[in-house]
């Protein structure tokens, strides 16, 4: 086979709470993060060259080594220098669906598509924690992307533990397209402004980290409630985008008053995504929102709950027909 096509979910945090940081200079935190249907197609195929090009037709997408696509197969080509030589260069051509800088890990997605699409091209036989730990070379968010479904990430966020995968549920997001927010800017605004706050002795970490493993949240999900998920929804980077960008505020407003079990931004946002309690409320949801901010410049999305990370592409309705943008 000289391509694969693969599909790269959008992920969305139920819960993310900073409790510290690390030496590397990164946040300790403890989230759980849930894939959903809105989906990336990430296809990898041999071009016959010594050169790993990128495609991508988005205008706010580089397709230079910046993109952490391409870093990925930069990545695979120095850890598998024989496998390049044998089977050459490659081309990514990528095609977005999930909205960039929104706080989904799009660009997370993408280089786990292109770690799994690489390990099938050149018939490396990785197991899925050798392709985790290169992900996590790449960025605090890929060795999740990979794996996908409902999971316990530590660390920096590469450290997962899966967790009973909730059933599938209805998920609504939203986001103003010119809007989109820094993650570092995010960490480091919440640095400024809670470091007092940060549980510095590794006795203390543990000991915050058992506490949240038998919390509401992990009860919840052990016992697939979705109405108490979408009740103990937590974000701590909310504190710092929420004031600065008072839209996105406005917005996660609008989307409590919509009726949804829940709503959170997700991930140092500016997307908010709302549980919804089906699939009918979920659209009845989308039309609320459109409806009720009336701004072209909002997108909106109703898609839901999956339990996997990247995945082969099957032309199955189901797959490709995973989100609808309602303006
Ligand atoms: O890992 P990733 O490259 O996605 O992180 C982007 C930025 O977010 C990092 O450069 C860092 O500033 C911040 N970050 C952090 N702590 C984490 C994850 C990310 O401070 N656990």
């Not at 699409?117 to 197991?127: N, V």
């Not at 995968?165 to 397209?177: E, G, I, M």
Request: with cysteine; hydrophobic share 40%.
């Amino acid at each position: 086979m000289r391509s694969y096509t693969l599909l790269a979910p959008a992920k969305i945090n139920l819960y993310l709470e900073i409790v510290g940081d690390r030496p590397d200079g990164y946040h300790e935190l403890v989230m759980v993060m849930q894939s959903i249907a809105l989906c990336d197609q990430v296809e990898v195929r041999a071009n016959g060259t010594e050169a790993i090009r990128l495609f991508c037709d988005h205008p706010l997408v580089p397709t230079d080594p910046t993109n952490l696509a391409y870093r990925a197969a930069e990545l695979m080509r120095q850890a598998f220098p024989e496998a390049f030589g044998r089977y050459g260069g490659v081309d990514i051509i990528l095609q977005k669906h999930i909205p960039v800088g929104a706080g989904l890990a799009g660009g997370s997605g993408n280089a786990a598509a292109v770690l799994v699409g690489l390990d099938l091209l050149w018939k490396l036989g990785l197991t899925q924690d050798e392709v985790q730990d290169l992900g996590a070379q790449i960025g605090s968010d890929v060795p999740f992307c990979i794996s996908g479904g409902t999971a316990l990430a530590t660390g920096r966020g590469e450290k997962i533990d899966s967790m009973p995968t909730l059933k599938s549920f209805p998920v609504v997001l939203a986001k103003y397209r010119p809007l989109s927010v820094a993650t570092a800017w995010a960490y480091k605004a919440y640095r400024q402004q809670f470091h007092d706050s940060y549980l510095c002795t590794p006795e203390d970490l543990e000991c915050r980290r058992q506490q949240l493993h038998s919390g509401p949240m992990m009860a919840a999900i052990a016992q697939g409630d979705i109405h108490q998920v979408a009740q103990h929804l937590h974000n701590d980077l909310e504190k710092v985008v929420l004031p600065a960008y008072p839209t996105v505020a406005h917005l996660r407003q609008h989307f409590q008053e919509a009726g949804c079990l829940g709503a959170m931004m997700s991930g140092s946002g500016p997307t908010v995504f709302g549980i919804a309690a089906s699939p009918t409320e979920a659209t009845a949801i989308a039309h609320h929102l459109t409806e009720a901010i009336a701004n072209p410049e909002l997108d909106v999305w109703v898609t839901h709950a999956i339990g996997k990370g990247v995945h082969l592409a099957e032309p199955s309705p189901s797959e490709t027909a995973f989100h609808s943008t309602h303006r």
